[in-house]
């Protein structure tokens, strides 16, 4: 084999891997908090990641890469599967912000008016807006991004560029993070879900007491301000709850993640 064909052979498994590290990438930007933001233009998050490629490429460590089409699009599909179990593990988490939002939504009586939510693009109405929003925000003020841009560095230890997953171990983590989303909403909503029920259960009683009294007069705007009150006193202590999930949430992928 001569110089010009190894520096050839070279450059194809240097292109070949750096697909590969893209592949495993580009699930965060669809599902992952903050890297799926509707608000990031597309040409942005496709630099993004070409450069997060880049800057991984030198602690992924492979052999030589089998360049047949059936063998690398087999690659191509693992590395895919494998940033979708990682990313998965995190939306899971954001998306029990949205369902605790939308919860409330419900029970205060703000899922009568709908608008479009600016991160996620969809219709979504005022308090599900408000948690994806608060979110977000706790998500960048705390540096989450980059822990994790660290934790799918890491993933490079528990599936190597070349190893095949284990598929059962990711199916049952995936099943775990969705049976979840809705007891954290519940967490996260519960003391304005206390309230509102409180608040509910004594109109109930006031209606009993004095019949001729227009409950649902008083009651609903009664309902807004202490559910508005309530979320407003609860907020910082979601915002730890939400560090907290993120940090679990980054192992949970992790664990989803080893060799089969």
Not at 40 to 56: Q, T
Not at 113 to 127: C, I, R, W, Y
């Amino acid at each position: 084999m001569d110089v010009n064909e190894l520096l050839t052979r070279f450059s194809e498994q240097q292109v070949a891997a750096f697909m590969l590290v893209a592949a495993r990438i580009a699930p965060l930007f669809i599902v992952a908090p903050l890297f799926s933001s509707k608000m990031i233009p597309r040409r942005v998050k496709g630099i993004v990641a070409a450069a997060l490629a880049i800057g991984l490429m030198p602690v992924v460590k492979h052999g030589p890469i089998d360049l047949s089409p059936l063998g690398f699009g087999t690659l191509l599909l693992k590395e895919l599967l494998v940033g979708l179990a990682f990313a998965y593990a995190l939306a899971a988490m954001y998306a029990a912000m949205q369902v605790a939002g939308a919860l409330l939504d419900t029970l205060i009586g703000f899922a009568f008016g709908a608008m479009v939510d600016p991160v996620t693009g969809a219709q979504s109405t005022v308090l599900q807006q408000l948690y994806t929003l608060f979110g977000l925000a706790i998500f960048v003020a705390i540096g989450g991004d980059g822990w994790v841009i660290k934790g799918l560095g890491r993933t490079y230890e528990a599936v190597p560029l070349l190893e095949a997953p284990a598929i059962g171990t990711m199916v049952q983590g995936a099943q775990a993070a969705f049976s979840g989303i809705f007891v954290a909403a519940v967490m996260i909503g519960a003391p304005v879900l206390i309230a509102l029920v409180i608040t509910d259960a004594a109109f109930g009683v006031v209606s009993r007491v004095v019949p001729q009294m227009n409950i649902f007069a008083v009651g609903f705007p009664a309902k807004i301000i202490i559910g508005l009150i309530v979320l407003g006193a609860s907020l910082p202590f979601v915002s730890g709850f939400f560090v907290d999930q993120l940090q679990l949430s980054i192992e949970q992928g992790l664990r989803l993640l080893r060799v089969g």
